[in-house]
């Protein structure tokens, strides 16, 4: 696979009513979904959890950045998020699922470290 951008953005916002903030590494190809790693932290925890992910992308469908969280070595959850638009992480709006079934808002925006 050909990388021909990489770039990382940083985030804040809410996971359901708590804050976060997160910082993805965008690897984005000619040949293939753009893919992501990264980690996301609690305002009031502190402790960085790691994500990778991949942007399906599929022309014509508004599809979901798919990101998978693990603690330890465990998938402990995942995001499903949908950007502004490609190449535009102003924004990032969808979910959070944990393992137990559990969903939560997310809306993140971006920001200048």
Known sequence: MSYTKTYQKNFYG??????????????????????YDGYYSYNHVGKNIKLSGIWPMRPGKATHIQLTEKVGGNVTGTFSLL????????TLIGSWYSTSGKQLKVNLRSVTK
């Open 83 to 90: 950007p502004k638009s490609y190449s535009d992480y102003t």
């Open 14 to 35: 809410t996971i359901g009513n708590l804050g976060v903030r997160m910082t993805l590494n965008i690897h984005e190809n000619t040949d293939g979904p753009v893919k």
